[in-house]
Every structure is written in structure tokens, then in C-alpha cells.
Nanobody
Framework: VQLQASGGGLVQAEDSLSLFCTVS????????MGWFRQAPRKEREFVAT????????AYSESVKGRFTISRENTKNTVYLQMNNLKPEDTAVYYC????????????????WGQGTLVTVSS
């Protein structure tokens, strides 16, 4: 399974940005999916997860109410809609896939894509 994240860029604070994760080499509907991020000089942190059937999502407290994770299994794509961005959201964002239908920890993810950089200026 290969994952490719895209959509990153440079935006201003309070702007919105959409990230995309395209999955190939596997059937997306079989995987729980997640977004993670890593800021400079910080450890990777959880952002959001979505179950394989889209009936359950989870968010970190820092993005809850601002970010929305969704998926279109027929398009093999997972999305992260980010609204009201803040400078502290600046990071490389990674998407990940888990053979678990509803993963709850980063250690439960089996496949990781290359990241996409999001930079939020104040």
C-alpha cells in the first residue's frame, strides 16, 4: 500500500487549506486512516483518525472544531480540511493507513506516506 499526501503550502493565519491522501496498491475501504504531523524540533503527533466506514472520527484537542477528516473510498482518497489555521499548525503532515478498521494509536498504523508541508504565517 502506498500513500501520497498533497495539498500543503504557505498560508496566512485564519486561512483554510485542504490536504489530500491518495492511496494506491490497496483497497481503501479496508483501512482505518489517520493524519499526523511533525513540527520542527518536535515529535510526531496525532491529528485525526477516521474509521474504515467513516462512522467514527477522532481529533486531537488542538485541532478539534477546526479540522475535519473525511474519506471517499471510491476515489481512494482521504481528506483533511483545515480551517482557521494558526501558526502553531505549521508542520509536515503525514497520512497513514491501518489494517485495523478503527485505529486509536499511532503504533497501530502500518503504512505511512511522504509528508506535505503546511506553513502558517502570522
Amino acid at each position: 500500500v502506498q500513500l501520497q499526501a498533497s495539498g500543503g503550502g504557505l498560508v496566512q493565519a485564519e486561512d483554510s487549506l485542504s490536504l489530500f491522501c491518495t492511496v494506491s496498491g490497496g483497497t481503501l475501504s479496508r483501512y482505518g486512516m489517520g493524519w499526523f504531523r511533525q513540527a520542527p524540533r518536535k515529535e510526531r503527533e496525532f491529528v485525526a483518525t477516521i474509521s474504515s466506514t467513516s462512522n467514527s472520527q477522532a481529533y486531537s484537542e488542538s485541532v478539534k472544531g477546526r479540522f475535519t477528516i473525511s474519506r471517499e473510498n471510491t476515489k481512494n482518497t482521504v481528506y483533511l480540511q483545515m480551517n482557521n489555521l494558526k501558526p502553531e499548525d505549521t508542520a509536515v503532515y503525514y497520512c497513514a493507513a491501518s489494517v485495523r478498521r478503527q485505529p486509536t494509536r499511532s503504533t497501530q498504523f502500518d503504512y505511512w506516506g511522504q509528508g506535505t508541508l503546511v506553513t502558517v504565517s502570522s
